[in-house]
């Protein structure tokens, strides 16, 4: 298994919990965006820069994706298509897109657009705060555990 940060959007406590993820279990880790990052020295940590533009990010990450793999992404389109190829898709907030829970989330994306499209203010996701770093801690240590 490799993991695979969208990383454009991806909160700097989240790359730190898997920066130290990655330093404790060997796994290797990517970090994928259109501009630079500053990433830990390390054997395990990488990072790829791509192009700026529409879904580049994503699309490199969909091309070099294995079966098993892990994406870090808050982008629901894009966990869809990790799904689809066979791969998990892990939030930054700690809920993991599955093929039972993923289309609503979809549908609910597309609910939430077409409001905002139409003027009615959403307000937004809250900032991640503890709780959320903490969800994510876990449930990125009970896929690493499954792993082995």
Do not use: Y
Not at 37 to 54: A, D, E, Q, T
Request: glycine share 6%.
């Amino acid at each position: 298994m490799k993991i695979w940060v969208d990383a454009d959007a991806c909160p700097n406590p989240i790359k730190e919990i898997l920066f130290r993820a990655a330093e404790r279990t060997g796994i290797s880790l990517t970090l994928v965006a259109n501009h630079e990052i500053r990433v830990k020295p390390s054997r395990h940590i990488n990072f790829l820069r791509v192009k700026s533009g529409f879904d580049v990010a994503d699309n490199e990450i969909v091309k070099r994706l294995s079966a098993g793999d892990l994406v870090i992404t808050g982008d629901i389109p894009l966990a869809a298509e990790i799904i689809e190829n066979r791969g998990q898709a892990l939030s930054p907030r700690g809920e993991l897109f599955t093929s039972d829970n993923i289309k609503a989330r979809l549908t609910m994306r597309d609910l939430m657009e077409s409001l905002r499209a139409s003027g009615v203010e959403s307000g937004g996701q809250a900032p991640l705060n503890h709780g959320d770093r903490k969800a994510f801690a876990d449930q990125l240590d009970k896929i690493i555990a499954r792993r082995v």
